[in-house]
């Protein structure tokens, strides 16, 4: 009788029915496997510490006055949009804990990347470890198998833009504390202490300030819970309904700070879903692009840090091989999850957490601002590993729930299970290590991904945009040179906006390469289509009176420049431009001898000047205007002042 029990339970294998507490964890053993794993994903992304800023790195950090204000900063970027700082116009996002992680970074190390390098491959790693203990935490798998599922998260290509790209940090931290509620959801369930319920809520809350993403949570523990534990209904029920309350109360402060939920006005060059208006064409390209994500998963190669319009055509038709194979594919995994959610089968819940913590990035549900990124991917990759692990495992008929926890045990295992995952972990090591030098800067980047998406809008503008800006072209010392970077970066620029002319950034690219060929006639008129497309953006303004500076017209540059500076008060270029433009006509006046009106200019332009230093106070150039201008006035002793001022200040 016992025998055939057995036998029956090994059909439906693996059943999950755990109680944490019904099972002895080695803990020495924990430790040193936890150790390797850490050791592991330290290494794997060990090439990436010395590199530079890149993609949003400069929006979020580099670039942004509220970043570089450190810890002064913390209480307005917690009152804030996220790229609130920037010359950005876009107010969707709330992500105060990770930004306000940079402020702090910022403040002990600044201008320095390779330190938030090292913070990113630090909280990598320890994501790692604390997912190998989540799941020895739930489930009775094998401790060696749970260790080999954990390595393979940790050696998974498609992670690398997560960690190599210091913005997405958002993230890691936003799974790191999803983890750790969940850990403590598990202590929660064995000690009944009620602390540890409201530290596991904390948690979330946490993990929704670093990335709005996390809201899938609400739908993702319970799953933890029924399938891992004994757990009655109505305490998962209790536990989801107090999580769903910290959601909606995230949401309250979300929609305060931001003033609504979701994106708006989301361009056509993030999500090329929005290219059609037809309802079902975006949903089936939707779906195309979710059999997109899963190959990714499956075979990570190529990989590229964009795949917007045009990479992935709109499907037009229910014909579509792509967009059928990926219906199909996902039909047939809800079919399987739900025909053995009632056995609690493993695949069932890696299919459930999988397409639940795709939902909100799949664009099926609703649009969100980019139709695929391989950081998306981050949460769902936990589902892929175990689901991958435990095919393997059930292929070679291993018991993944066979407790042993020998050290010789991990190599007494089945060979053909440790030859098939150590060429798997070997692949994706080399091909982790290998991508991570693509994103070393965004010379590198953009000019390796361009061969990947070459019909990409998005990395025609990125690679155009890197060659033409002025510190790519103030490297360049050969004017030949110069000139050939300009021209190759126009090239590209032309591509982009063949392939989608209403595209206000790409315009903005080829102004300034019009500009730097002192083209200004076709400068301006690039910025203006800007301007036109996008008037709410500060940038172009900018942009468009250094024009009107360049040929004279600086009654004409004063009104851009101020523009500039009203849409963005964070814009210290915009703020310095336009105390150079009323110190120009100042200039204009005492020429003509006019020594009154000459010095009404002057003292708007140090004004500005001023205004420049409070936004940026490591502002060199404006502390040498202010210098110059006083002087012109006839204040030298000011005048010094200043400009002493601005020779203390590195370059």
Known sequence: MSTKKNNKNKQHEPKIKVETNSFTIDNKLVLKLSLVIALFAFLLYSNTLKHQFVLDDFSVIKENQLTKGGTASLKEIFASSYRTGYGNNENNLYRPLTKAMFAIEWQLSPNNPHFHHLINVLMYAFVCVLLFIVLLRYTKINIYILFIIAMLFAAHPIHTEVVANIKSRDEISSMLFLLLSLLS?????????????????????????????????????????????????????????????VGFLYILLHIKIIGSIGIKNIPVIDNSLLYTSDFIQQKATAILIMGKYFLLLLFPHPLSCDYSFNTIPIVSSFANLGFLLALLF????????????????????????????????????????????????????????????????????????????????????????????????????????????????????????????????????????????????????????????????????????????????????????????????????????????????????????????????????????????????????????????????????????????????????????????????????????????????GDSINGQIFLDKAAKIRS
Not at 233 to 243: A, D, E, H, P, Y
Not at 434 to 450: E, I
Not at 511 to 522: F, V
Not at 545 to 552: A, K, M, N, R, V
Request: aromatic share 14%; proline share 2%; hydrophobic share 45%.
């Open 330 to 633: 996902h039909i047939f995994l809800l079919y399987f999850a739900i025909k053995n959610i009632k056995e609690k089968h493993l695949l069932s819940f890696c299919i459930l957490f999988y397409i639940g913590s795709m939902v909100l990035a799949s664009n099926i549900l609703m649009l969100i601002g980019t139709h695929l990124a391989e950081r998306l991917l981050f949460f769902p990759s936990i589902a892929y590993c175990l689901a991958a692990v435990y095919l393997v495992c059930k292929l070679l008929k291993i018991d993944i729930t066979e407790a042993s926890y020998k050290v010789k045990s991990l190599f007494n295992m089945n060979g053909s299970l440790l030859m098939v995952i150590g060429v798997v972990l070997i692949l994706f090591s080399i091909k982790t290590y290998s991508r991570n030098k693509d994103w070393k800067s965004d010379t590198t980047l953009f000019g390796h991904d361009l061969k990947s998406v070459p019909n990409s809008a998005h990395m025609l503008f990125y690679y155009a945009n890197n060659l033409a800006n002025k510190d790519s072209l103030n490297a360049v010392k050969n004017p030949v040179e110069r000139e050939k970077r300009l021209v190759t970066a126009q090239k590209s620029i032309t591509k982009a906006l063949e392939l989608y002319e209403l595209f206000p950034d790409a315009h903005n690219v080829a102004g300034r390469i019009y500009y730097e060929q002192k083209n200004y006639q076709a400068a301006f008129k690039s910025y203006s289509r800007a301007m036109e497309m996008n008037p709410g953006k500060g940038m172009y303004h900018n942009n468009a009176g250094t024009c009107l500076f360049s040929i004279g017209n600086y009654e004409e540059a004063a009104k851009a420049f101020e523009k500039a500076a009203e849409i963005d008060k964070f814009d210290a270029d915009a703020r310095c431009n336009l105390g150079s433009a009323y110190g120009a006509m100042g200039e204009a006046f005492k020429n003509k001898n006019d020594q009154e009106n000459a010095n009404k200019m002057f003292n708007l332009a140090i004004d500005n000047f001023k205004k420049a230093t409070i936004i940026d106070p490591n502002y060199k150039s404006a502390y040498q205007f202010i210098g110059v201008t006083y002087k012109n006035m």
């Open 185 to 245: 959801i598990s202590h929660y369930l064995t000690n009944k202490k009620m602390l540890l319920l409201v530290s596991s809520l904390f948690c979330f809350f946490l993990a929704l300030l670093s990335k709005e993403s996390a809201i899938v949570y609400i739908a993702l523990a319970p799953l933890f819970i029924y399938f891992f534990t004994e757990t009655s209904f109505k305490n998962n029920l209790r536990i989801t309904g107090s999580l769903a309350i």
